[in-house]
């Protein structure tokens, strides 16, 4: 039984690794400049719907609606001008030409170079393409549209103390053409509320927005030094048939071509639509009965650009993807944190781990709190787990002699049912349960998973320093010194425990702690952390049973003595 389950265990690290390393690996970013833009993608033809307007967007429209006349009007900027958005979270930066968004940095998240983090790609002035870009089936429309200079309702807008304020762009030209952004900020928000109308020839119309290329600027040194659990890419709610579409799976362009030929990078009834990577989200809640999402890509064949094409949002999130942050947000936004089949255990950990921050002012430390928090409610089943284990060790002699007499037991069906009926017969009268020593193993494995899968995905690892040279607990350890320390401590940990007798089964419990000294080299500090604090902790329990068997041993064999 020990066997099939430590077998079953390595091969679920296996797993575990492959997939991360393999399915969701993330290629470095090539900044190569575009050889040409394609042209856009039409928009799919919309669903009439009586519009849900959110409450901001509604008091804008009880404003003054625009008449043929006011229409008619030309309105526009003389000279392009950046308004700056300073908020106590983020520092937005717009432009008037087309209207956009140039930069969007957070203030309380880095980059590897310790500034506040550009969640606009540096790409977009290379492809001439900004978020918040118009897009119709009239491509010299979208042209003008994006190139024209809008007149701000104001050059800046500081927010502090949780205040609120307003940013409009408007544009129109003498045929009839208008475009008019309106956009409503909050101090102490990532999210702000959006109003967009456009008309054509005097006629009103529903463009796309656009959000790209790509999303953030990750580093190739980034990639390396921390294995996350995806790349950029988008996804959507509520959720469709291959929905999420990851960059890198349609590089080159070719790939993208057949999703699109289809018509499977387009998608209808949507509530929102996030362009994301591991940690950073930009989400736009959409009017879910007209609502459409595109996935496009355009540029070089081998190495495109992405972008998300949108029905215009109702409102919009550009920051961090922190669990209780989305929840705020709603709209199921919180789905945007993967932690996986065991997310309930993760969901808990988290608490906890925000629990002991709060306390102890460190992640690391507050890793080795939960460790040690779990270690004591799972004693009992350890040591429930190492006592049926001893009994099987003592036990050895006798199965070994019950085997030697079924010695064609392997070729022999009769003899091997016979052998195993006697072996069960033994179990029974001893009070041993030979999966006794597997069962306890099997459940601390959904815990382990589960403080993976956070360590992977929750934003608060990241760049969170423990100790030392460990200033990241969401990347690698830079020397390996943990993982090295892990493996030491697990095979300790290995030699204490009681075995069977079996050679093959004890070579293969030595074999674990380099196996997994092997696995956790690329792992995220903070988990490799948790497993030497486990290791650590293990040892100590395994002294503790130990002495509690030996006394449990002198006590039988006095009893014995008097009998």
């Not at 956009?100 to 880095?110: D, M, P, Q, Y």
């Not at 890509?297 to 650009?305: I, R, S, T």
Request: charged residues 25%; aromatic residues 12%; contains cysteine.
């Amino acid at each position: 039984m020990e066997k099939r389950v430590l077998l079953a265990i390595v091969l679920s690290f296996i797993v575990l690794i492959l997939f991360q390393v393999i399915f969701n690996k993330t290629k470095p970013v090539t900044e190569t400049p575009p050889e040409s833009i394609g042209e856009a993608e039409k928009r799919p033809e919309q669903l009439p719907f009586v519009e849900e307007t959110p409450e901001a967007a509604r008091k804008v429209q009880e404003k003054e609606q625009p008449t043929e006349e006011i229409i008619s009007q030309v309105i526009s900027s003389q000279t392009e001008e950046d308004i700056l958005v300073d908020t106590s979270l983020y520092q937005a930066v717009w432009s008037n030409r087309g209207a956009v968004l140039k930069s969007w940095r957070l203030k309380k998240h880095k980059d590897e170079n310790k500034e506040d983090l550009e969640l606009v790609s540096r790409l977009a002035p290379e492809v001439n393409i900004f978020p918040f870009s118009l897009r119709t089936d009239d491509s010299s429309f979208d042209s003008q549209v994006n190139a024209a200079l809008y007149q701000a309702s104001v050059f800046s807008l500081g927010l502090e103390e949780g205040r609120a304020g307003e940013l409009r762009f408007q544009f129109a030209d003498d045929r009839g053409n208008r475009v008019e952004k309106i956009l409503v900020f909050q101090d102490g928000k990532y999210d702000f509320d959006v109003q967009i109308n456009v008309w054509k020839s005097g006629q009103k119309i529903e463009p796309n927005i656009i959000w790209g290329p790509g999303f953030g600027n990750p580093t190739p040194d980034d990639t390396k030094r921390r294995l996350v659990a995806g790349g950029s890419g988008m996804d959507i709610y509520p959720p469709q048939k291959d929905s999420r579409l990851n960059e890198q799976k349609y590089k080159p362009m070719q790939k993208w071509r057949d999703l699109a030929s289809k018509n499977k990078n387009v998608f209808y009834f949507i509530q929102w639509a996030a362009y994301e990577n591991n940690y950073f989200a930009a989400i736009f809640l959409t009017p879910y009965q007209k609502s459409s999402v595109a996935f496009l890509a355009e540029g070089p064949e081998e190495n495109p650009y992405f972008f998300l094409s949108m029905t215009p949002p109702q409102k919009v999130f550009i920051g961090p993807k922190e669990y209780d942050t989305l929840v705020e947000f709603g709209n199921e936004t919180k789905r945007l944190v993967r932690f996986g089949m065991f997310g309930f255990i993760s969901e808990i950990l988290l608490k906890a781990s925000k629990y002991f921050y709060g306390l102890l002012g460190n992640w690391g430390l507050a890793i080795i709190l939960i460790t040690f928090v779990i270690k004591i409610l799972f004693f009992p089943l350890t040591y429930s787990s190492m006592r049926s284990m001893a009994k099987m060790q003592e036990l050895q002699p006798k199965i070994k002699s019950i085997r030697a007499r079924y010695k064609k037991s392997k070729s022999d069906i009769a003899q091997r049912r016979r052998m195993n009926e006697e072996v069960m017969k033994l179990y029974k009268e001893q009070g041993v349960n030979p999966a006794g020593g597997c069962l306890p193993m099997l459940i601390q494995i959904p815990v382990f998973f589960g403080f993976f899968r956070l360590l992977m995905v929750a934003i608060e690892f990241r760049q969170s320093p423990f100790l030392l040279w460990i200033t990241d607990l969401s990347a690698k350890d830079p020397f390996y010194v943990t993982p090295i320390l892990m493996g030491v401590t697990q095979f300790i940990s290995q030699k204490m425990t009681p075995t069977s007798a079996d050679p093959t089964q004890a070579r293969m419990m030595l074999l674990m702690p380099v196996i997994f000294t092997i696995l956790f080299i690329s792992f995220p500090s903070g988990l490799v952390l948790y497993w030497l604090t486990n290791n650590i902790l293990q040892i100590g329990q395994q002294y503790i049973i130990n002495r509690l068997r030996e006394k449990e041993k002198s006590k039988t064999h006095g009893k014995r003595r008097k009998k």
